[in-house]
C-alpha cells in the first residue's frame, strides 16, 4: 500500500470514516503536516514542492471515490465559506467533495517524495503510532476554516519568490560573463595566452610603495650552480665606510659573522666599495647583484640600496621589506660595454622609515649571465 495512502487510513480507523466532516479533518491535517516539513527544508524547489502536494492532493481524491453512494443523485448542499480556500476536482454526479487545501508554495527543503523506508516528511507512516499526530488532532473535532485573508497574504508572497530567483540567476549569469571575458574565453585560440604568468625575481628602478602598504620584499635562494664575484664578507671590513654618523659594527651569532649596519641621521648610508676589477668583469653582460641580509634584534626594517658605477652607471634606488630570518635580496643591472676607469659604490640606508633600527649584512656578491 502507498505510505500516504496507508497514512490516511490508518487515520480512518480511529474515527468514523463514513463521516465526511471527520474525513476533511484528516485530509487537512495531511496537508497541514506535508506543509510544516516543506517549511522546515529551505533547499527543496518550487517544482519539487508542488508535485509532493498534487501527490497527496491525487491520492486523497482516490480514496474519497470509494465513498461515492450508489445512488449519484444527491441534494446539493448549501455553500460552504471554505470553497474559495480548497479545491477538489470530482467526476460528475459524483458525492458532494472533500475540500483538499490548495497551499500556497515558497521555495523549500529538500524533495520529499515518499520514500522506501516509508517516511513522508516529517510524518513516518511506517505503523500505527505514526499516524498518533492526524488522530488526536482528528478526535479533537473538525478543524478552523483558515482565514481568507491569511491565504491571500501567503499568495502576495509568490512574486516576491519569483522575482528572487530571477534576480539571482541574473547575478549568476552576469558573473559567468565576467569571469569569460576576463579569462579570454571569448577570445579565439590564437589570441589567447596560455603559458603561465612567472613573478620575476628580481626588480630594477625605484620601487614604487603606495601609502600605508608594505613595502616590496625580493628576496629569493639564488641559484646554486652560479660563478658568484666576492664584493663583500665580514672578514674584510677595510671596504666599508659608515660616515654621517652611521656606524658598522663586526659581529658573530649562531647565523655566522656579520656586519650590522645603522643609521646615524635620517636618510644616511653606510657604503661598500665595489672595486675596478669587478666592474670590468660585468661591463657589458647581465649581471645579478645578491645582498645577504636580516633585520638586526628581531625588529622588520625597510632597507634602500644605491649604487654608484661611474662609466657603468647605476643601479636605480631599490627597496626592500627585511625580515627576521636571512635571506638573499637580489637585483639585476645590464651595464654597457664601456671601460669603468675606477672602482663604484653600494650604499646602503638600513632604515629607510627613520625608526632606528638596524640591518645585518652578511655578504654583497655578483655573478654574469654566461
Do not use: H
Request: charged share 25%.
Amino acid at each position: 500500500m502507498d505510505p500516504i495512502e496507508k497514512a490516511i487510513r490508518s487515520a480512518f480507523e480511529k474515527g468514523d470514516a463514513e463521516d465526511k466532516a471527520f474525513r476533511e479533518n484528516v485530509y487537512r491535517k495531511a496537508f497541514a503536516a506535508l506543509d510544516r516539513a516543506l517549511q522546515a527544508n529551505p533547499n527543496l524547489t518550487v517544482e519539487a514542492a508542488i508535485n509532493r502536494r498534487k501527490v497527496l492532493q491525487a491520492k486523497i481524491a482516490e480514496i474519497e471515490t470509494e465513498f461515492i453512494p450508489a445512488a449519484p443523485a444527491v441534494e446539493p448542499e448549501p455553500a460552504d465559506p471554505l470553497a474559495g480556500a480548497f479545491e477538489m476536482r470530482m467526476e460528475p454526479g459524483a458525492a458532494p467533495p472533500i475540500f483538499i487545501p490548495e497551499v500556497s508554495v515558497e521555495p523549500v527543503g529538500p524533495d520529499l517524495a515518499p520514500s522506501g523506508d516509508g517516511t513522508l516528511g516529517d510524518i513516518d507512516v511506517r505503523g500505527e503510532k505514526a499516524v498518533e499526530p492526524l488522530l488526536a488532532s482528528a478526535e479533537r473535532g473538525p478543524a478552523v476554516a483558515p482565514d481568507p485573508d491569511a491565504w491571500r497574504a501567503r499568495r502576495g508572497r509568490k512574486p516576491l519568490a519569483v522575482f528572487f530567483i530571477v534576480a539571482s540567476l541574473a547575478a549568476l549569469i552576469g558573473m559567468g560573463f565576467l569571469f569569460a571575458f576576463q579569462t579570454g574565453l571569448f577570445k579565439s585560440p590564437a589570441e589567447r595566452d596560455t603559458s603561465v604568468p612567472n613573478p620575476p625575481s628580481t626588480a630594477e628602478g625605484e620601487d614604487f610603495i603606495p601609502e600605508n602598504e608594505e613595502p616590496p620584499v625580493l628576496s629569493s635562494r639564488p641559484e646554486e650552480n652560479r660563478d658568484w664575484i666576492g664584493i663583500f664578507t665580514p672578514a674584510d671590513a677595510t671596504s666599508v665606510s659608515a660616515p654621517g654618523g652611521t656606524t658598522a659594527e663586526a659581529m658573530q651569532d649562531e647565523s655566522g659573522s656579520f656586519i650590522r649596519i645603522r643609521s646615524g641621521e635620517p636618510g644616511s648610508a653606510v657604503v661598500f666599495d665595489v672595486g675596478q676589477g669587478v666592474l670590468e668583469r660585468i661591463a657589458g653582460r647581465k649581471a645579478t647583484f645578491d645582498i645577504v641580509a636580516r633585520a638586526a634584534e628581531g625588529q622588520e626594517t625597510e632597507m634602500a640600496v644605491d649604487c654608484n658605477f661611474g662609466e657603468l652607471g647605476d643601479c636605480g634606488r631599490k627597496r626592500y621589506a627585511v625580515g627576521y630570518e636571512k635571506a638573499d635580496f637580489l637585483f639585476e643591472l645590464g651595464p654597457p660595454a664601456e671601460s669603468p676607469g675606477a672602482g663604484g659604490t653600494i650604499a646602503i640606508v638600513p632604515d629607510f622609515a627613520e625608526q632606528g633600527r638596524a640591518v645585518d649584512i652578511y655578504e654583497i656578491k655578483v655573478s654574469v649571465a654566461p
